[in-house]
T-cell receptor, first 116, second 115 residues
Framework: AQKVTQAQTEISVVEKEDVTLDCVYE???????LFWYKQPPSGELVFLIR??????QNEISGRYSWNFQKSTSSFNFTITASQVVDSAVYFC?????????????FGGGTRLMVKP | KAGVTQTPRYLIKTRGQQVTLSCSPI?????VSWYQQTPGQGLQFLFE???????NKGNFPGRFSGRQFSNSRSEMNVSTLELGDSALYLC??????????????FGEGSRLTVL
C-alpha cells in the first residue's frame, strides 16, 4: 500500500530564510504522481505542483523549487527567501496512476510559520 | 471563473442523525472527489465520482455515501452520525479523473460537528 511521510510536523523560520520541507513516499507502482498542496488558514487546499514518476527533473517556480529523487523516494520542497505569506500547512501527496484517478494519499502535513 | 463551492460551510448535528453535504465543481470539471480532514487521521480519501459513476472509494464504512448528478454537482451523505465523524469535509474537482490523476481544485470545506 502507498504511504507518504512528512517527518517535520512544524517548522519555524524568520522571514527571508530558506526552508526545505521533506517528503518521503512508498509505493509498489512504477507509474505514479506526486503532488504538493498548500493549506492556508482559510482551509482551502491550493495546488502547487504535480510530478509524474518518469520525470525526475527538478522544477523551479519563482521562490519555490522541488527536488524529486526516485533513488531515495523523496520529493522535497524548498522555499527560498521565505515570506510571512508562506505561513501555512503544506501537504505532500501520492497518486498511484493505475486506475487511481484522483484518489490521493496525503502525508501528515508540515506547518510552516514564517516570522517577520 | 467560479471556484469549487461547498454548502453548508458549518453545521452541527447530534449522534444518530444524518447529514448531506453539497459540492458544485468548477464549470467543465467532470471529476469530483471528497476528502475528510481530522486532526488525528489527517486527510483521507472518501470517494471520487467521474461522469456520474463512482470510480474509487476509500476505506470508510457504508454510512458514507455519495452521488454525482448530470451537471457534475455532487453530494455526500453520512448516516447514523458518530462523534468521530466530526471533521472538515473537503470537495475537490478536476478536469480529469477516473483513470487519470489531475490537478485538484479544492473548496473551502464543510465543517461538521457531531455532538
Amino acid at each position: 500500500a502507498q504511504k507518504v511521510t512528512q517527518a517535520q510536523t512544524e517548522i519555524s523560520v524568520v522571514e527571508k530564510e530558506d526552508v526545505t520541507l521533506d517528503c518521503v513516499y512508498e509505493t509498489r507502482d512504477t507509474t505514479y504522481y506526486l503532488f504538493w498542496y498548500k493549506q492556508p488558514p482559510s482551509g482551502e487546499l491550493v495546488f502547487l505542483i504535480r510530478r509524474n514518476s518518469f520525470d525526475e527533473q527538478n522544477e523551479i517556480s519563482g521562490r519555490y523549487s522541488w527536488n524529486f529523487q526516485k533513488s531515495t523516494s523523496s520529493f522535497n520542497f524548498t522555499i527560498t527567501a521565505s515570506q510571512v505569506v508562506d505561513s501555512a500547512v503544506y501537504f505532500c501527496a501520492l497518486s498511484e496512476a493505475e486506475n487511481a484517478g484522483n484518489m490521493l494519499t496525503f502525508g501528515g502535513g508540515t506547518r510552516l510559520m514564517v516570522k517577520p | 471563473k467560479a471556484g469549487v463551492t461547498q454548502t453548508p460551510r458549518y453545521l452541527i448535528k447530534t449522534r444518530g442523525q444524518q447529514v448531506t453535504l453539497s459540492c458544485s465543481p468548477i464549470s467543465g470539471h467532470r471529476s469530483v472527489s471528497w476528502y475528510q480532514q481530522t486532526p488525528g487521521q489527517g486527510l483521507q480519501f472518501l470517494f471520487e465520482y467521474f461522469s456520474e459513476t463512482q470510480r474509487n472509494k476509500g476505506n470508510f464504512p457504508g454510512r458514507f455515501s455519495g452521488r454525482q448528478f448530470s451537471n457534475s454537482r455532487s453530494e455526500m451523505n453520512v448516516s447514523t452520525l458518530e462523534l468521530g465523524d466530526s471533521a472538515l469535509y473537503l470537495c475537490a474537482s478536476s478536469l480529469v479523473g477516473g483513470y487519470e490523476s489531475g490537478e485538484l481544485f479544492f473548496g473551502e470545506g464543510s465543517r461538521l460537528t457531531v455532538l
